[in-house]
């Protein structure tokens, strides 16, 4: 048989080189494909990384994580800790918004190899040994070392060796000097690095600002903002809106397309084929004789009065997002202007746009493999230009997954370097795999399949896939219980129960989450038909008069929502999100926390919108930070009411004829009974 081994070739010099690297980093997380995409954060936010490093024998590994700005050359380096079973950890905190990369570095290091075998060490004349050898260590660190440090290391050195030659000098006395730790820490300001092992991929990270991580937004069409029923609305009618939409605690509102709406196949309420003059069509079927995605609806106002409205916005604490929908009317000016951005049939006709079962007449896709495929990118991204330049930073994005993912990587990735405070959101209701793989492209914010996710164990799974590793490191969920697109069958009831629990839901479970108002706070509910998911009369085709003084309007129930999540940072994150048992399939149970642990939320909301339901909720108190002998109050802070809770278990009722959950945040008892503070 054939000596296999007597073929390998002998080693190049290089090789030789590294057989010196003994420290071994079998990954760093977290890590996305790889390092093909970033991990994404918020300025400020700590980034815990762990890295899988050892090496072989005994010996003591050093470990440092290394991060910068991508931008800059030279890292800057934090010491990891070992947490146990070769896993180390160390965060960091970018100061500002961009784009940053992060890797670790490891060795072996003799010194501290040296100093924790010398405390094992007992017998004076191995103890005499190891001193020696300790010498040539401290001075091998001194001839890296400069100054002062360069000097007292030298003295150690000197001291120690003298100490150790001398066979009547005390070992206690010898191993004391030996394990000087003022001594020992200026060595390890000097390591010797020349053996280090370092991780082959510098991994990205993509930091945001923080309203990526933590929003509310609030859609509505400016068109159906007139007090007058019939009339169309303007910009200034929006203005009139703005204390109440800011008074019910929303940080964006967002407005479907704006432009010139085309004339060509315009749809008729309820999505009819045919209309008439006075028909007002879908937004979304961009462009006319007016202008395209650059231009503004002659109606709604001019250039001048949107950047007014920005302003106002502004100062109700609001900012105003728009829709970026990259289709054409069939009288878009792009149409006549670049007929080779789109795919024609042989009967000199273009198929309209579909998301199956969905049709749009109205809507003529792009053709995103056609040969100027260069300059619809270039042109589609000063889409999105224009309107940044209009003060504009936030995105919803309509339909992505039925865009080129290329084109996404690249319009976000320039518009972010240019622009780094810019905000996109996926509108993808597609398969799981394409709405992360939009999220890793870029994309700030992602919706979810929460309208769909009405049980028990459909919330918990969900949820928890959402709020867990992998996915938690890229993927921003933003939940919405209705869109103008979907009504779900939940809510086709009208009943006040059932908008109170998926709105808590929705704003409990996700740090960034939506309505389509007025919509939800009115309550519509009557679908197009049976089985359908699309509103009746919905204001996708027609002007809509809502009465904004109704009685039972949920306004003041959202407010009330949205308050307790700007006070409470446990809300304003997804990764604490943890689910707690109870015994009873109609209620569902979770608590999140701040970072630092002092907020502390447990929300519980009835998923029976017709009956009380009531059962025994398990909340250790050690996991909210309560010793175990030690009662604690739960403050509703729906209801107001407060309960003081002791041990394990803990009874819970909710009738959803009043409020169908509990938002309790946790308190502690501190001394007197009657005496209770915020763990804040």
Not at 58 to 74: G, P
Not at 226 to 238: A, L, Y
Not at 482 to 497: K, V
Not at 609 to 630: A, D, F, K, M, T
């Amino acid at each position: 048989m054939k000596n296999i081994f007597a073929t390998r070739p002998v080693p190049a010099a290089a090789d030789i080189e590294k057989g010196a690297v003994r420290a071994v980093i079998d990954a760093v997380l977290p890590c996305v494909d790889n390092g093909r995409f970033p991990v994404k954060c918020v300025v400020g936010e700590r980034v815990r990384v762990r890295a899988h490093c050892f090496t072989d024998g005994h010996d003591v590994l050093r470990v440092q994580l290394c991060w910068r700005a991508h931008e800059q050359a030279d890292f800057r380096e934090v010491p990891m800790k070992p947490l146990g079973n070769d896993v180390w950890e160390a965060a960091f905190s970018p100061p500002s918004l961009g784009r940053y990369v992060y890797t670790c570095v490891a060795w072996v290091d003799s010194f501290d190899s040296w100093h924790h075998e010398l405390t094992r060490r007992v017998d004076p004349a191995d103890v005499r040994i190891a001193a020696q050898i300790g010498a040539l260590e401290i001075a091998a660190a001194a001839a890296r070392a400069e100054g002062t440090d360069r000097v007292e290391l030298q003295r150690w050195a000197t001291e120690l060796d003298a100490m150790a030659a001398d066979p009547g000098c005390d070992i206690g006395s010898l191993k004391a000097l030996a394990l000087d730790e003022e001594y020992a820490a200026l060595v390890r300001r000097h390591p010797d690095r020349r053996h280090e092992a370092r991780y082959p991929i510098e991994l990205p990270l993509a930091v945001d600002r923080e309203r990526a991580r933590f929003s509310t937004w609030y859609e509505l069409f400016p068109r159906s903002t007139s007090p007058q029923p019939g009339v169309h609305g303007t910009f200034k009618d929006v203005e009139a809106r703005l204390p109440a939409i800011a008074a019910m605690g929303f940080d964006v509102l967002y407005f479907p397309p704006i432009h010139p709406i085309g004339r060509v196949q315009r749809k008729g309420p309820n999505n009819a084929l045919a209309s008439g003059p006075e028909d007002v069509g879908s937004p979304w079927a961009i462009g006319a004789a007016e202008g395209g995605h650059k231009s503004i609806l002659p109606a709604l106002g001019t250039p001048e009065d949107f950047r007014r409205l920005l302003a106002r916005a502004a100062e109700h604490g609001l900012e105003i997002a728009l829709d970026i929908a990259f289709q054409c009317a069939p009288d878009h000016p792009y149409v006549k202007e670049h007929p080779d951005w789109f795919r024609w049939r042989p009967d000199g006709s273009v198929q309209y746009a579909e998301n199956p079962p969905k049709k749009y007449q109205d809507i003529y896709p792009f053709n995103f493999e056609c040969k100027e495929w260069r300059e619809l990118w270039a042109e589609l991204k000063s889409v999105i230009d224009h309107w940044i330049g209009e003060g504009v930073r936030i995105f919803r994005v309509d339909n992505p997954h039925t865009k080129a993912f290329p084109f996404w990587e690249w319009a976000i990735g320039e518009v972010k370097r240019e622009h780094p405070d810019t905000i996109f959101l996926a509108e993808a209701f597609t398969r799981p795999k394409v709405m992360h793989r939009l999220a890793k492209l870029g994309f700030s914010q992602s919706y979810t399949y929460f309208t769909w996710r009405n049980t028990k164990q459909e919330l918990q799974e969900y949820f928890t896939e959402l709020s867990s590793a992998p996915g938690i490191d890229y993927f921003r969920p933003n939940a919405w219980p209705n869109t103008p697109d979907i009504l779900h069958e939940q809510l086709q009831t009208g009943e006040p129960a059932v908008f109170m629990a998926r709105l808590v839901l929705a704003a409990t479970l996700a740090a960034n989450y939506g309505i389509y108002g007025p919509a939800y706070e009115l309550r519509e509910h009557l679908p197009r038909g049976p089985g359908s998911e699309e509103y009746l009369d919905s204001e996708k085709y027609q002007l809509r008069h809502w009465n904004h003084d109704d009685p039972a309007s949920l306004a003041p129930f959202i407010a009330r929502v949205n308050r307790i999540r700007r006070e409470n940072p446990a809300l304003q994150r997804d990764r604490s999100l943890r689910f707690l048992h109870i015994d009873n399939d109609r209620l569902l149970a979770y608590a999140k926390e701040s970072p630092d642990g002092l907020n502390v939320i447990v929300t519980v909301v009835n998923l029976d919108p017709h009956e009380p339901q009531s059962g025994w909720l398990g909340l250790e108190p050690g996991s909210v930070g309560v010793p175990s002998s030690r009662a604690f109050q739960m403050h509703d802070l729906l209801s107001g009411q407060r309960f003081t809770w002791q041990g394990d278990w803990h009874y819970v009722r909710l009738d959803p004829r009043s409020v169908p959950a509990h938002i309790f945040v946790v308190r502690r008892r501190h001394g007197d009974e009657r005496d209770f503070d915020y763990f804040l």
